[in-house]
Each structure stands twice: as C-alpha cells, then as structure tokens.
C-alpha cells in the first residue's frame, strides 16, 4: 500500500500538535476505497450500524437541547440592563420560547433510532437557534443601541458556535455539507437582504469553521466504525458474531412486524466437522470455516445477513424472502462452489429454514429454535439437505 510521507518537521517528537495532525491526515488518506465511499455517503452502511449510528446521534441531540434549554435564559437578566424597554422584552420571549423548544426536544421527542429520525432531530437542533439569530439580529440590527454596540457584537458568536456544534456528530461528508451549507445561507440572509458589512468576513470565517467541524464529523464517523466493526466481528471468519447477530435479528423482526412482510431465518450447520477437526487439525477446521463463510458472504444478497452463530453453526437472514425462495437460493449458492476438505472431498451443510410470517413465533429466537429443530432432524436422517418443515 502507498504511504503519504510528510515533512520532516511534521513528524519531530518536539512538535506534538503537528505530530497529531499528521497522524489524522494519514488516517485518512490510508483508508481503503471502501471505508472512503462509506465516510462519503451512508448508502453502503449495514442496517445494524445504520441503527447504533442513529441512536447515538439521538443521544447526542437530546443531550444537547437539555444543556441549551439551561443555558439559553441566561442572558434575560443582562437584556434588560443594556437593551431598550421594548426591545428587550421581545428578544426574552424569544430566549423563552428558545428554552421551551429545546426542552420539549429534549425530553418529549422520543422517536425509533433510525437515519431519518436522526437527521430530522438534528435539523430542529439547529434550526431553532438559527431562526433565534435571524430574529435577534432584525431586532438589533435597526436599533440604536447607546453603548451597547459591544453586547450586540456577541450575539455573532452563535453561529460560530452552531457551525462547530456539527463536528460532536458522527456524519458522512454529504451530510456534513447539507448542513454547512444550510448554516451558511441562514447566516447570510443579513448581508443579502440588509445590506451588513459585517457579516461578509465572518462568513469567511464560518467556512473556515465548517471545514473543521466537517473533518471532526467525519473522524467520529469513522472511529465508531472501527469499534463497530471490532465488536461485531467474528475474528475468524469476518461475519458478524453471535452478539451482533442477535441485534441485528432484534431490528430485523421489529421491522418485518412493524411494517409486515416475510423474513426468513436459516440455521446451517457444516456435515461431518469434527472430524476435519480430529484428522486434520484445528487449524483446517479453521480454513474450512473460512471457506464456508465466505461463499456464503459472496452468495447472499445485498440486505441479507451472515452470522456466525457459534462453533460450525451459522445463521443466514434474509428479508422480504419467503422460506421456499431462502431454500432455494441456499441450494444455489452450495451447489455452485463446493467448499473442500483438507482431503479433496466437497463439505456438505445442513440446514433448517423458519419464516416469520408463515410460521407461530412471538420473537425471533422463536424462530432460530424452530430452524435448529428442523436442522437437527436432517442432521439425524442423512445429512446435506436445508428444509423448510
């Protein structure tokens, strides 16, 4: 792989900020095509990670509108010392009506932690304070304000501080864009339709802010990736492991109920492994596992999900299929490239498949025990066949 060198005074031991930021910049530009498309849009993201991504972001919004439902009240008092009497009671009922929007976010928003849900949450995040800056700002703006030019001057510091409030989000860059550039059109409505000198250069300075908070959404983005992809992974195999599968079957019910339709869950099972195991040792076992997972990988559609269940179990999910269509598609994928022993010979899987909307299951590990109870019958009456009853 090509490594990006940079210069020498970058990578010094006496110069540990410049040393950080080489540091982030080789992250990224040694990133794999794949994880660069994947910090660029979230298309190509797997529905489980989709699902913890969301609820963090959540998390992270109702965080926020909690601290600045506290802190948006805080000027009332100071507003009314330096501010006109008509004036000041205006923008202190926007400060109210600030704190009371961000208190019901906080605290009366609860929706399902999906991308739309998160995206959504976080666009009143911030928009209620930008609307807040549009609304002070025709006030002041107009206004003379005998001596209190300076108090007037802060209330520029609040997009300054949106716009880096992007960066404490997890997002891809098209994300991170729509955002910005939603900021930046609202924070130059004053200087289109009043014509203030001032805001020209701190638009400069906002984009430059942007830049920054862009860069750090993208650098949570992928940090949460790597420890997803850590805690989710079967080391041997590089399917998802028995505790992400779980989760995953949790979202993938909850969806098949909430919005109906069939989902189908295999138990495979490899013939005749512990005697790989016995004859060849462990270590052909493991390649044996290896091979296995990854022609079931490759065969499965984009949607489905492989999971190593545990030992030579694997749990195959494939939504929006029936189980006569999930068998069928099973026996086409291990009769295409038969996976080989240590000996030569082709290795043989069985298998039992369970359908949520054809079969009686209150949970998904209903319908995992149902499909182990028919593997387990084909593993007692011959071997190398999936069945469906």
Same mark, same amino acid.
């Given at each position: 792989?090509?490594?990006?060198?940079?210069p020498q005074t970058l990578r010094t031991p006496g110069n540990p900020r410049a040393a950080a930021v080489s540091r982030?910049?080789?992250?990224?530009?040694?990133?794999?095509?794949?994880?660069?498309?994947?910090?660029?849009?979230?298309?190509?993201?797997?529905?489980?990670?989709?699902?913890?991504?969301?609820?963090?972001?959540?998390?992270?919004?109702?965080?926020?509108?909690?601290?600045?439902?506290?802190?948006?009240?805080?000027?009332?008092?100071?507003?009314?010392?330096?501010?006109?009497?008509?004036? /000041? =009671? +205006?923008?202190? !009922?926007?400060? %109210?009506?600030?704190?009371?929007?961000?208190?019901? @976010? $906080? &605290?009366?928003?609860?929706?399902?932690?999906?991308?739309?849900?998160?995206?959504?949450?976080?666009?009143?995040?911030?928009?209620?304070?930008?609307?807040?800056?549009?609304?002070?700002?025709?006030?002041?703006?107009?206004?003379?304000?005998?001596?209190?030019?300076?108090?007037?001057?802060?209330?520029?510091?609040?997009? /300054? =501080? +949106?716009?880096? !409030?992007?960066? %404490?989000?997890?997002?891809?860059?098209?994300?991170? @864009? $729509? &955002?910005?550039?939603?900021?930046?059109?609202?924070?130059?409505?004053?200087?289109?339709?009043?014509?203030?000198?001032?805001?020209?250069?701190?638009?400069?300075?906002?984009?430059?802010?942007?830049?920054?908070?862009?860069?750090?959404?993208?650098?949570?983005?992928?940090?949460?990736?790597?420890?997803?992809?850590?805690?989710?992974?079967?080391?041997?195999?590089?399917?998802?492991?028995?505790?992400?599968?779980?989760?995953? @079957?949790?979202?993938?019910?909850?969806q098949a109920q909430r919005h109906p339709h069939a989902l189908s869950i295999a138990l495979l099972d490899v013939d005749?492994?512990?005697?790989?195991?016995?004859?060849?040792?462990?270590?052909?076992?493991?390649?044996?596992?290896?091979?296995?997972?990854?022609?079931?990988?490759?065969?499965?559609?984009?949607?489905?999900?492989?999971?190593?269940?545990?030992?030579?179990?694997?749990?195959?999910?494939?939504?929006?299929?029936?189980?006569?269509?999930?068998?069928?598609?099973?026996?086409?994928?291990?009769?295409?490239?038969?996976?080989?022993?240590?000996?030569?010979?082709?290795?043989?899987?069985?298998?039992?498949?369970?359908?949520?909307?054809?079969?009686?299951?209150?949970?998904?590990?209903?319908?995992?025990?149902?499909?182990?109870?028919?593997?387990?019958r084909v593993k007692t009456s011959g071997r190398g066949r999936i069945v469906t009853e």
């Open positions: 792989m090509m490594r990006f060198l940079y982030s910049m080789e992250s990224f530009l040694l990133l794999a095509p794949g994880e660069w498309r994947d910090l660029v849009s979230s298309l190509h993201h797997p529905s489980l990670f989709q699902h913890e991504r969301a609820r963090f972001i959540l998390s992270r919004v109702h965080i926020m509108a909690a601290l600045l439902a506290i802190l948006a009240p805080f000027r009332i008092a100071v507003d009314e010392l330096l501010l006109p009497h008509p004036l /000041f =009671i +205006l923008i202190d !009922s926007g400060r %109210v009506l600030v704190a009371a929007a961000f208190v019901i @976010l $906080a &605290f009366f928003c609860k929706c399902s932690p999906t991308q739309r849900h998160a995206r959504l949450a976080m666009v009143i995040l911030f928009l209620i304070p930008a609307l807040f800056f549009l609304f002070s700002h025709v006030l002041l703006a107009r206004t003379p304000l005998q001596g209190a030019a300076e108090y007037f001057d802060r209330y520029t510091y609040l997009p /300054f =501080i +949106l716009m880096a !409030s992007i960066g %404490v989000f997890p997002m891809v860059l098209l994300e991170t @864009l $729509a &955002f910005t550039f939603s900021l930046l059109v609202v924070f130059a409505l004053p200087l289109w339709l009043w014509e203030d000198p001032r805001i020209l250069p701190e638009l400069v300075d906002l984009v430059l802010v942007a830049s920054v908070a862009t860069l750090a959404a993208m650098s949570q983005l992928q940090g949460m990736n790597r420890l997803f992809v850590q805690s989710t992974t079967d080391p041997l195999t590089g399917l998802f492991n028995r505790r992400a599968g779980e989760n995953l @079957l949790t979202l993938l019910f909850a005749n492994f512990k005697r790989i195991n016995d004859q060849w040792g462990h270590k052909a076992g493991d390649r044996v596992l290896q091979d296995v997972a990854q022609l079931l990988r490759t065969g499965v559609r984009m949607g489905d999900a492989v999971i190593r269940w545990g030992g030579e179990e694997f749990v195959v999910v494939m939504p929006y299929v029936n189980s006569v269509q999930a068998q069928a598609r099973l026996q086409t994928i291990l009769g295409e490239r038969a996976v080989r022993g240590p000996d030569g010979q082709a290795i043989g899987m069985s298998g039992g498949i369970a359908e949520l909307q054809a079969e009686s299951g209150n949970s998904w590990d209903d319908l995992v025990k149902l499909a182990d109870d028919r593997m387990y």
